[in-house]
């Protein structure tokens, strides 16, 4: 049972369940909450407190399935200390790997700010038009924008069985099944019965490309006719120098939610390594250089997928300088962007921690540096790497180099892993042995 089905089971079952002081509450009439029921929460605390956290925290909604309900009769299942949410926390960069279950569905279809940016564009270019939408997803959510947006016909593509068939359900419930014809299987293999003149898709990450959406939208192009349009239009990735807090730098750790993808994505690879992280809660306020672009990917016409161009920074304050930020902007149409920090969105920006201890720079002092990325082993997925110098106005210069894997099995690398996967045996289960926060 997956864990919505199990939420609509509680509540056909009149149980109501919420955080409360940071502990998962229950509510429920008399006779009904057997053992097994309390068992079975027990066992789902993890999935179930990601859920409501993550929906109130994120969507700033305190309901997933049930209302919120007095303090009366009210039970405490832990008392297991929640952090605080505006704690700096890392997460590994998940888009990248197909760890995709009900909770991150949940995120991108209830993310409304990206949601409204892609009905923009939408509703700008698919009326009267056929689309194809690539990667669907459970809720198939483009897809139903583009049916309100009024297209004529949608064509939905999606790899995962397990998520096509509940999109397929979810369109049939919707009485969509005439205007949306699911396909199952990798986009870069299926075909279509018609050309399209709208591609819509959501297959960006972090970085932009780190999906692999330069190869499966220039294969795409072949859905399209002569004159079809993309939608995202542009994915824009900048960079820029940051200083953290020492607090977070010193004791770098994942917190449990982000600890259980980061052991999902291990067995998924089968082997630990120094996977990309990308910090949640982040504050501009610790962006200390000005800002460039790091990846460039214009959906308009065919992509180059390796690339390596020349980045320029400018130091704006005297502070220390620990790596850079690396964010997503996704223009969905010409005007319409999305910038990952301004609010929170699904996407969290990447954390690149290049100068591990840190390095003190003054305000004026340059950095010049090689921004490239390169197809990893499974031709799909990039591997970026910056490298070049620090240029103090003293002149002198301090040289750096730093690589940002998929998935290359190099683990504990530089001093900042080795201190967040300090407690890591590497012969033990990788089921329990990601170190998570004590707080
Ligand atoms: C980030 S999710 C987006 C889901 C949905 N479109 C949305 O915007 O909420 C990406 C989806 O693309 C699917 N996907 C990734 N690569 C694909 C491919 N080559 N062919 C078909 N589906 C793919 C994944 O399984 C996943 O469901």
Redesign the pocket.
Known sequence: MTTVEFFASLKDLGITIWIEDNQLRYRAPKGVMTLDIKQELVERKTEILTSLKQAKDVMGDKRLVTDVVSQKNVKSISQEEYEKPSQIELWPSL?EF?V?DDFL?YL??NDRRRNHSYKVAINQLVKDKVVV???????A??ARFCVEANARKVYA????EK?YNSAKACINKLGLSDKITLIL????KVSLPELADVCV???VGSIGGV?GAAL?LNNARRFLKEDGVMIPARSVTKIAGVCLLDEFLQNPEFTEIPAYYTRKIFEQVGYPFDLRLCLRHFSKSSIISTSSIFEDLNFAATIEPEYSHKVNLSILKDSRLDGFIVWLNLHTIEGEVIDVLEHEYCWLPVYFPVFSPGIQVSQGDKIEAICSGSLCENNLNPDYKIEGYVIKKTGQKIEFKYYSYHYKMAFKQTLFYKNLFSNYVLNSNINSSVTTSKR
């Open positions: 888009a197909f995709y569905y991108l279809t939408d690539i990667g669907t997803g459970k809720d959510i483009l593509i999606e790899m995962s998520y299987g990798d986009a870069t898709s959501e297959i999906e499966i």
